[in-house]
């Protein structure tokens, strides 16, 4: 990838010229339909000096850009010319009583078969900012993904100031070897997966690799202009820090929520979050080149991949390349790799913008309160097999000690049809079913039982919801997603919630409004959200191990009274299982 800046549509000129007078129209602009086609094909990609054959969407890696303005239809047919079964979700996006085109397989559809299509069909309400789609099931996400970019609505700006230009930038994780391989062994054995080989920046490892420095993206910039980064995490298992060498950077948007911004050095991004921030450039052209580097945040024990990604920031200088490549490298400083700390202080500076326009509606009262444990555990290894998980069991993670199974079928049309014939229960757990010291020395049973189980809501439930780490094998920051909702995150905090004093320090003020979130390492987190989208809805570790491993669940949205309130029957394409 290139060229980076974002296509300039005709439309998103609304200017009209006349004797020399420029008016700005000031009129309502209704949403307009946008029309995609995903290919889900093969492409031969090379890096590090490993050529593989990934899944891609159109044979680009990463995916092509999915745009479209606040209020504007998407139309997505995606087309399956593979041999894997594949499913996409548009992260982030609020789905509102359009459940059948969130995408997470078994969920809310049946995979996309091969040589079948399907054809998602969605609004933007209410967003604005940067998200990301990508396949939803197995770890096809490693390769298959891309950005979603929602601009304002026509007539109106953002609440910053303008950037010159507007600059995807999306990290990855690379493997030489097929990842779906890497995830099958892992389950089949017990034990962690093989790590990544490298994380990308746009697709590139950068020079910091063996054979790479010629696949190193370069944002070319201007001196004295601004620039909007919209960073997304796609990478499939790991927090990254990011910074850039000799530059502040200001924060404006997260999920495609505004935010009061702030200035930082360095960031955090945990996979399924984006975040927007401003970069400007230096005044003066400077004589040097500046890297901007990602490497993992990891709090937890075992091995990762702990290496860096770079990318350039090159200023345009007058000179020719060649000379301007001789120009001396700045290399950013990145948090270490264990700076729990440093996360939760980064964290905690997200506060939603809460102005007029863009009001922070936090759930004042609350209808229902849940409390979820949230880490890893282990199974007793099969009988006559031999296992490489912790003492020679099988890895596993769960939520309220359940291990989330996968039906054969998608619960949501199970759901909807009435048709659940066993393929899910309502009895998910409100409260951990055998309380002790969450983030002390764990019991010595660490066993996880298993189960397709769910929590009905009525329709405009108000939830609370504190997730809580644990420390069965070792805690651990674990970024939980939840489909269909941004949450606000009320509190955190470290050690084991305390639900008598915790919640006087909560925040129903200006909290961060996402819809991913890392419980943090030994600590707890605390969010509410308003249940007023009917539907299944995934959360889920967006950790993709964990995820595997059975951190996951599904929460049931009834249908409210009105007509709008409901979830209209599903499209005539939906797959079948
Ligand atoms: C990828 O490379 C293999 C081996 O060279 C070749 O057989 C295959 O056709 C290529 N696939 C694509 C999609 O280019
Ligand atoms: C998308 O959904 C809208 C609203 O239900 C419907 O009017 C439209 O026909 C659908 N378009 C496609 C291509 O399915
Ligand atoms: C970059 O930052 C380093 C360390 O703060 C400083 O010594 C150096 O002068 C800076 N260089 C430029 C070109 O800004
Ligand atoms: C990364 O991991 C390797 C192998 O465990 C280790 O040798 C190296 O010191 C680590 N590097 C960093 C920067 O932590
Ligand atoms: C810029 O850096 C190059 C390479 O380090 C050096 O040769 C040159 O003299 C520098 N120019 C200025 C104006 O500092
Ligand atoms: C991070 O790792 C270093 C080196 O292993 C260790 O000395 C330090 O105590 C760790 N810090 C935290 C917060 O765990
Ligand atoms: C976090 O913030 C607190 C309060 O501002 C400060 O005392 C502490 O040093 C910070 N910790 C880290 C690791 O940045
Ligand atoms: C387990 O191993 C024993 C002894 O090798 C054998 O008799 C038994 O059939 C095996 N059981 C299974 C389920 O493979
Ligand atoms: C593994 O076994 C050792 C020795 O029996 C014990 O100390 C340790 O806590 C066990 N670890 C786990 C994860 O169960
Ligand atoms: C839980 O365990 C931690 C770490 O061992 C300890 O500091 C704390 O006092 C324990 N809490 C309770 C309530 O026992
Ligand atoms: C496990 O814990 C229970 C309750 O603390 C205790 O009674 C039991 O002896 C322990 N078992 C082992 C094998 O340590
Ligand atoms: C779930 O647990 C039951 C009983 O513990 C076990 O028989 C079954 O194989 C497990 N299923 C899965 C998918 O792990
Ligand atoms: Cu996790």
Partial sequence: MTTSQLPLFPSMVVLLFGFGVVFLMPVFVAGVTRHYTFNIMYHNVTRLCHTR????VNGQFPGPRLVAREGDRVIVKVVNQVSNNVSIHWHGVRQLTSGWADGPAYITQCPIQTGQSYTY???????????????HISWLRSTIYGPIIILPKRNQSYPFQKPHKEIPIIFGEWFNVDPEAVIQQALQTGGGPNVSDAYTINGLPGPLYNCSSKDTYKLRVKPGKSYLLRLINAALNDELFFSIANHTVTVVEADAVY??????????????????????????????????EARPYFSGVGTIDNSTTAAILHYNNHSSSSSSSKLPVLRPTLPPINATGFVANFTSKFRSLNSVKYPANVPKTIDRKFFFTVGLGSNPCPKNTTCQGPNGTKFSASINNVSFVMPSTAILQAYFFGQNNGVY??????????????????PNNTNVSNGTKTVILGFNTTVELVMQDTSILGAESHPLHLHGFNFFIVGQGFGNYDPNNDPKNFNFVDPAERNTAGVPAGGWIAIRFLADNPGVWFMHCHLDVHTSWGLRMAWIVLDGPQPNQKLPPPPSDLPKC
Avoid: C, E
């Fill in 53 to 56: 054959t990934i899944l891609s």
């Fill in 121 to 135: 069909n969605f609004t933007i309400t209410g967003q604005r900012g940067t998200l990301l789609w990508h396949a």
């Fill in 259 to 292: 935010i009061k911004p702030f200035d930082t050095d360095q960031l955090l991004i945990a996979p399924g979050q984006t975040t927007n921030v401003l970069l400007r450039t230096k005044s003066y052209l400077p004589n040097a080149t500046f890297f901007m």
């Fill in 425 to 442: 229960t309502t009895d998910f757990p409100v409260n951990p079913p055998l309380p002790f010291n969450y983030t002390g020395t764990p």
